[in-house]
């Protein structure tokens, strides 16, 4: 790994150890800890359960493969400053997280990039990104800071357990060809209750995404995040939101046929909304 020099090119490996802030970046950064400082004390971890274990892999070495096998890190080493879903995806992404996070969170956005969505009106204490363009990142609004690395080749977070109460995955979980070790270090950083909102649509880089996905339907497709829930231990019963894309008044269709295509994802105007949620160990419940 290298660290980043001043005269580094923005998209060069950077130490994982080495968070930036947006502002700064590329010329300056802000050196934290090699872990982010928990605010819970581990000394009280007294037994070892079998919580964040990975029970079983949920896909076969076939279903992990893509067509583009070159390195994601060069795939993504220009910046693409585009939104990859339209407005009413975005609008949907934005009224779910206003009423899963809650004010003053400590919030990890996996897989992110230039766009936040996150409700600008909500206070968070702090926002960390991950992805693969230093670019996109340091034009996020929301991040605090921010870290650059191919979860294909390393699953490990240099982040301390127990240390984030939501973490997010917008339209990326397609991408991960070791979806069972990136849920199994994402229950290891959350608190205990908190969540992982896992969303997509039916947009992705058909090269870049995996063969089970690329294969599958939108029905399949959601069952398959479940089951990326299912195969950690500890993860609460993952929740489905879906909002389909309504189609034009008029000409609407109420047959059978068109109910099951839409649920397909086949035939709709706009973008598709799904979302898979789960919570380490227990849901919260708030007054």
Known sequence: MLTIHPNAKPWHSITLTTLHTPSSFP???????TKITNTINENNQT???SAGNIK???LPQEGRTKLDTFSDREFYAYP???THVDD???STLTNLYRERLRPGSEILDLMSSWVSHLPKEVKFKRVVGHGLNAQELAKNPRLDYFFVKDLNQEQKFELESCSFDAVLCTVSVQYLQQPEKVFAEVFRILRPGGVFIVSFSNRMFYEKAIRVWRDG??????QLVVQYFQCVEG???PEIVRKLAATSGAQENKSAFSWIMGLLGIFSGSDPFYAVIAY????????
Do not use: C
């Open 27 to 33: 010329f300056k950064t802000k050196i934290l800890p």
């Open 47 to 49: 037994e070892k359960s």
């Open 56 to 58: 079983r892999l949920v």
């Open 80 to 82: 693409r400053f585009v």
């Open 88 to 90: 009413g995806f975005i």
């Open 217 to 222: 339907t939108a029905y399949s497709r959601v």
């Open 235 to 237: 993860f609460t019963q």
């Open 280 to 287: 380490k160990n227990f849901k919260p419940v708030y007054e």
